[in-house]
């Protein structure tokens, strides 16, 4: 099966389509209202829940449908290179800390899907971070040294179940893989049976921080709660200025059917060639097949060209694994702290009742649940020996690792300069199914034309903080590389830390803008055209 054949669409989401959710109709009260439905907000709604809380979980889109299911769903301890650099910049027990409470979320989520009965395809995996390159060997022998000393089941080793010899592994076993979506639309069922309440469809605008907290939605109700938390992977509430501290990443994923004899038998991870991570998961119903996933070619939204990306991941699932027929191709996205732990916990320093979880670096599986744990036990007035690790508000590490923290700062700067200073195509270039920015007026205009030769218009400003957003012609969407935010090709937000959608544009009649989806306010007089300027790139 060729590339262009594979179905452009999360694995996790076709197999497990679930049912839907009503959007939040009028106002509500609870005790804690959770913004997001991924691993993060679902498990410390049903934690919080199972403690006796009234909770209702917020969610723009659909639960457990945006970057939880796009993951490739391996839970584990061992997050590549970590352990090694947390020793040096935390000491020995913040690596401790790090490797008990994510081992202790993994044996949770196990015990939980025991006792909801639910068939997640959980299999319990060696987790593998290998290189090929001789010259990182010791690299490897330190980081497995570290993170033996931090109480993983961890060794050096130098043969894998892989198809190709590498330099040096590190193993951790008694690690895990599942379906995601198949264990939170279960444990959302069970919430909802407890008492609690999922609305889907229901965007977040507004955040009151008073005695109570007071949300304020899109549709315009309201939902009162003496707690909150943000767990909307980037935080769509800015107040701790956390967009500085975080860096967006999204990575590419293909899978399709491999011989089950084929399969290397453990959840492997390289840094080098531009991330490679591969396992896979139950396949077909008579066990002689598995579904290999494939992960790879790192990238900040919105840059370069993904079509080769997934060119290149494709070559290289196919090179080492010939027999494998590709179906499936997703992408997801993450959010690298800059000083490598994740941020959760009180939202700012001065938060009395509202909370945040971010940052999970692409281990949101083991990530999320502890997460939930984490934010349950302090909602509660209980403690954990990990609180003060996963701080939010912690200043000695950000300091300790200023210079990830200038980079990715001015990267964002670069973007928000340099981008509007790119030199524009003319619209008439652009061939179906493609879009570009083009400058207009003094300003820029993002502009797709369908399939159907039709042109699409919408402010190339990104509703988040202004950024100027970017094409991406493989997954046919608008991104913010600053920040991460993702809209599709009329401006509705895919992705946050944007609430907001691009406002639309009329490309063909003039200068008046059109309205937003839903917005019915009354536009303003449209201005007159510049005299020479090609009314299909006018803008206000």
Request: aromatic residues 6%.
């Amino acid at each position: 099966m060729t590339e262009k054949q594979q179905v452009s669409g999360s694995y996790w989401l076709q197999t497990a389509p679930g049912g839907r959710h009503t959007a939040l109709a009028g106002d509500l009260e609870v005790d804690v209202a959770v913004i997001g439905a991924g691993i993060a907000g679902l498990c410390t709604a049903w934690e919080l829940t199972r403690a006796g809380k009234s909770v209702a979980v917020l969610e723009a889109g659909r639960i457990a449908a945006s970057v939880t299911g796009h993951t490739t769903a391996k839970i584990t301890a061992q997050h590549t290179l970590i352990y090694d650099k947390l020793r040096r910049t935390r000491g020995s027990e913040g690596a401790r800390l790090y490797a008990r409470s994510q081992s202790e979320a993994i044996e949770h989520l196990a015990d939980v899907m025991t006792e909801l009965g639910v068939d997640c395809e959980w299999e319990r995996r060696s987790a593998y971070t290998f290189v090929r390159d001789a010259g990182r060997v010791e690299e490897l022998r330190a980081e497995a040294e570290a993170a033996r000393e931090a109480g993983l089941p961890a060794s050096f080793v130098t043969e894998t179940g892989l198809p190709f010899p590498v330099a040096g592994a590190v193993e951790v076993t008694g690690q895990a893989q599942f379906h995601p979506r198949k264990f939170l639309l279960a444990l959302a069922d069970d919430l909802v049976a407890r008492g609690g309440r999922v609305h889907e469809g229901t965007t977040v605008l507004g955040l009151d921080e008073g005695e109570p907290c007071r949300l304020s939605t899109a549709a315009g109700a309201a939902v009162t709660a003496r707690d909150v938390v943000v767990a909307t992977h980037y935080p769509i509430f800015d107040r701790a200025l956390l967009f500085t501290r975080l860096s967006p990443r999204r990575e590419l994923v293909v899978a399709g059917a491999l011989p089950a004899d084929q399969d290397p038998d453990g959840m492997y991870i390289t840094p080098d060639e531009n991330t490679r991570s591969v396992r896979t998961a139950p396949h077909g119903e008579d066990g002689t097949r598995r579904l290999l996933m494939v992960t790879g070619e790192h990238f900040t939204p919105g840059t370069g060209d993904t079509r080769a990306r997934f060119d290149r991941l494709t070559a290289w699932a196919r090179e080492h694994f010939p027999d494998v027929e590709l179906t499936h191709r997703w992408a997801t996205q993450d959010n690298d702290p800059t000083d490598t732990v994740p941020l959760v916990g009180p939202l700012h320093h001065g938060a009395r009742h509202a909370y945040v979880a971010t940052g999970f670096g692409g281990w949101g599986m083991s990530g999320g649940m502890m997460a939930g744990l984490l934010l349950t036990a302090q909602i509660t007035g209980e403690e954990r020996a990990w609180s003060g690790l996963y701080d939010p508000r912690r200043l000695g590490p950000a300091v300790r690792e200023a210079p990830s923290f200038l980079k990715t700062q001015a990267e964002v700067a670069r973007h928000f300069v340099g981008d509007r200073l790119r030199p524009s195509p003319p619209v008439e270039s652009l061939p179906p199914g493609e879009g570009a920015v083009v400058r207009a007026d003094g300003g820029r205009l993002a502009v797709y034309r369908d399939e159907d030769g039709a042109l699409q218009a919408v402010s190339a400003r990104c509703t988040h903080l202004g950024c100027l957003v970017n094409f991406n012609s493989a997954e046919r969407a608008w991104e913010c590389p600053c920040h991460g935010s993702r809209f599709d090709t009329d401006g509705k937000v895919i992705q946050g830390p944007a609430t907001q959608p691009l406002e639309r544009r009329d490309i063909s009649a003039g200068t008046e803008a059109l309205p937003r989806p839903g917005d019915t306010r009354p536009r303003s007089t449209p201005r007159r055209r510049k005299r020479g300027t090609p009314s299909h790139i006018v803008i206000r």
